[in-house]
């Protein structure tokens, strides 16, 4: 899979070799009951389909409900470079111009890049590499203004994280469009 070639069905599982489909069902039927034969049959689907949406999806979801969160943040990063190469962006997360994406509301690959972008910053933040998720959540509030994936949630938090809970001028904080509207204007603390 590569650029934007099917992405959008790739996104919904489709395009997928029957033997990579079999190895996604097998991790998903022992998911619960055992979690490293869930392993083994989401690594022979990444070694089948490596840059498939699907393959990254199930690899992220087995490794952040397993509570392994910076093995997920790994796949993140891994799913953000696919996604920008479907979009036409720089591989690297932090050379995308912060301009926003067209279509985010019913284009696929832009949702795609979006949801992963704000997962990752999400496991930043719980994984305490806050330049990280500063810099991630500052990206997601450019690419996406109006706030489609709902990024300006996580920045209220992380800013009311920095100001503390008692602090007076957490409650400029409180929902997170303002704090979405004060990440534009540049002026929430780093």
Known sequence: MHAADGFD????GHGLSPAAEAALAEAGACRS??????????MRAQALAP?????????????????????ARDVARRALVVAAEALGLPRVWREVPKQPLPDAKTDARSRFYLFVLKGYAYLSLRLADEVEARDALALLA???PDDRVGGSLLE???VRALVGADD????????????????????LPA
């Open 9 to 12: 069905d790739a996104v919904l």
């Open 33 to 42: 009951s055992d979690p490293p034969a869930a392993m083994l049959a989401l």
């Open 142 to 144: 450019a690419l996406d």
């Open 156 to 158: 209220a938090v992380r």
């Open 168 to 187: 007076e001028r957490a409650a400029a904080y409180a929902s997170g469009a303002a704090a979405w509207a004060m990440a534009r204007t540049g002026m």
């Open 51 to 71: 840059e498939h949406p699907a393959v990254l999806i199930a690899l992220y979801r087995h490794h952040f409900y397993g509570h392994r969160l910076a093995p």
